[in-house]
Each structure stands twice: as structure tokens, then as C-alpha cells.
């Protein structure tokens, strides 16, 4: 099974705004940070204020930002959001998809395998993902850091 990039995407503003701890940040900078493209992440932060995890604050002075606790957001929710009604198989989510899907036995193995992923995907957190910030801070912002260093 492989995920949506919309949901990659949104998983790495997920991380990046949890590491921001509330501190307003852009989608160019998130952009800049994980070299992707902004109009893609600008459907993708949409997407999640939607879904009520982040705040958008429009105008100078504005950005974006986590509305709950990284503790609080659940990894499987985030991509149940993100990855819609889709199954492994179009079949899974569509009746009359296929001929042979009244007696298709493809079709219960593979709903019980994506049930075990998001059961597996539910046991964790944004927090969980965050454990090692040192590390991810250093990397997602580094031009940060080269900027500050600059202007000392």
C-alpha cells in the first residue's frame, strides 16, 4: 500500500507545526524547509484547518499553527482525513466496481489488512513523531539557523 503525497504532505506540516510549539509559521517555510511545493502544501493546510488541527491567520503578522496538543492528535485519524473513503482497491469502496466481486475472497483479505494498518497507525501520536526533536529541528531549520547566525 502506498500513501497519497497529500497525505505525506500533511503529516510533514503536522511535524513541522509540532515542533513550531504554537509559534506561527508560513507555508513557504515549510515549503522551503521539506524543497516542496507551496501550492500543493496550500491544499494541504486547507485541508487541515478544515479538519480543525491547525489555525490559519491571514494578513502581515499571519501564518499557521497546531490548534491541539501533539499529544492529542492521533497519527491514524490525520490520514483517514487525508486518504478519504479510499480502499487498497477501488473495489473495496465501490459496489459494481468488478465482475467478480460478489464471490472475490481479494476483497475481505484486503479490508482486514487495511484495518490492521490503521490499527497499527491509531496506537500513535503527532508527540510520538516528535520524540527526537533535536535532530528534526536541526534539519527543518537549518536556513533558520543560518539566518540568525548571520545577523549576529
Known amino acids: 500500500m502506498q500513501l497519497t503525497t497529500f497525505s505525506d504532505y500533511s503529516m510533514r506540516v503536522m511535524m513541522y507545526l509540532g515542533l513550531q510549539h ?20 496550500t491544499k494541504v493546510v486547507h485541508h ?15 501564518g499557521l499553527r497546531l490548534v491541539l496538543d501533539p499529544s492529542t492528535i492521533n497519527i491514524g485519524a490525520v490520514l483517514r482525513a487525508s486518504e478519504g473513503d479510499s480502499g487498497l482497491l ?18 475481505s483479505i484486503l479490508n482486514e489488512a487495511q484495518a ?24 527543518l531549520f537549518r536556513s533558520k539557523l543560518i539566518e540568525s547566525k548571520a545577523e549576529i
Open 22 to 41: 504554537g509559534k506561527l509559521s508560513t507555508i513557504s517555510e515549510i515549503a522551503k524547509s521539506y524543497n516542496i511545493s507551496e501550492n500543493h502544501l
Open 116 to 139: 490492521a494498518l490503521f490499527s497499527v497507525l491509531d496506537k500513535y501520536t503527532l508527540a510520538d513523531l516528535l520524540v527526537q526533536e533535536e535532530p528534526l529541528t536541526r534539519i
Open 48 to 62: 487541515l484547518a478544515q479538519c480543525g488541527y491547525i489555525e490559519t491567520l491571514r494578513g502581515k503578522g499571519g
Open 90 to 107: 477501488p473495489c473495496l469502496t465501490k459496489e459494481g466496481e468488478c465482475c467478480i466481486q460478489l464471490s472475490c475472497k481479494l476483497m
